[in-house]
């Protein structure tokens, strides 16, 4: 794929990177039938190829949008579209790039930031999770429609491992 990079994204060496990235596209297709996002909403600016136009515009100068970015953040990242490419895409180096660029040209909107950085700093927490959760519980019948949807109306512990049955060992 042809891009015309902007001065701007000239001195970038990610960007760079990225031309070089959608050099490679040939434009197939092949990777939206394997895309969940796309499958799910049908819409071409939500599936790889879609996607990978979006961060080309970028790259080559045009408005940046909120709408840009949540296409982008609608990509699960599963890979699903590089296993079917015949053109080697590396897209989630491409998606990487786009997003981090991105977000270097769009503010988020403060609850969004906010709802992020507490994911951010919650979810990789165990303990922390889990405490919240149970607070989440307490509150539940409290809380609007919305968030009480997203909370289970009561936890079920994990089963415990089973026992090993035999030595484990690797083979190589």
Same mark, same amino acid.
């Given at each position: 794929?042809?891009?015309?990079?902007?001065?701007?994204?000239?001195? @970038?060496?990610?960007? *760079?990177?990225?031309?070089?990235? %959608?050099?490679? =596209?040939?434009? $197939?297709?092949? /990777?939206?039938? !394997? #895309?969940?996002?796309?499958?799910?909403?049908?819409?071409?600016?939500?599936?790889?190829?879609?996607?990978?136009?979006?961060?080309?515009?970028?790259?080559?100068? @045009?408005?940046?949008? *909120?709408?840009?970015?949540?296409? %982008?953040?609608? =990509?699960?990242? $599963?890979?699903? /579209?590089?296993? !079917? #490419?015949?053109?080697?895409?590396?897209?989630?180096?491409?998606?990487?790039?786009?997003?981090?660029?991105?977000?270097?040209?769009?503010?988020?909107?403060?609850?969004?930031?906010?709802?992020?950085?507490?994911?951010?700093?919650?979810?990789?927490?165990?303990?922390?999770?889990?405490?919240?959760?149970?607070?989440?519980?307490?509150?539940?019948?409290?809380?609007?429609?919305?968030?009480?949807?997203?909370?289970?109306?009561?936890?079920?512990?994990?089963?415990?491992?089973?026992?090993?049955?035999?030595?484990?060992?690797?083979?190589?």
């Amino acid at each position: 794929m042809q891009t015309q990079l902007t001065e701007e994204m000239r001195q @970038n060496a990610r960007a *760079l990177e990225a031309d070089s990235i %959608l050099r490679a =596209c040939v434009h $197939c297709g092949f /990777c939206t039938a !394997t #895309c969940p996002t796309y499958q799910l909403l049908g819409d071409e600016l939500d599936g790889p190829r879609g996607r990978i136009y979006l961060i080309k515009q970028v790259l080559e100068g @045009n408005e940046v949008t *909120l709408k840009t970015q949540e296409h %982008l953040d609608r =990509c699960l990242t $599963c890979r699903n /579209c590089e296993t !079917t #490419c015949p053109s080697g895409v590396r897209y989630h180096n491409l998606l990487d790039i786009g997003r981090d660029i991105v977000e270097q040209k769009v503010k988020r909107p403060l609850p969004e930031r906010i709802l992020r950085e507490g994911l951010r700093q919650v979810v990789p927490r165990p303990a922390v999770f889990r405490a919240l959760t149970q607070v989440g519980l307490v509150l539940r019948p409290f809380l609007p429609e919305q968030v009480r949807a997203k909370l289970p109306a009561e936890t079920v512990k994990a089963k415990p491992r089973p026992p090993l049955r035999h030595k484990r060992r690797v083979l190589m």
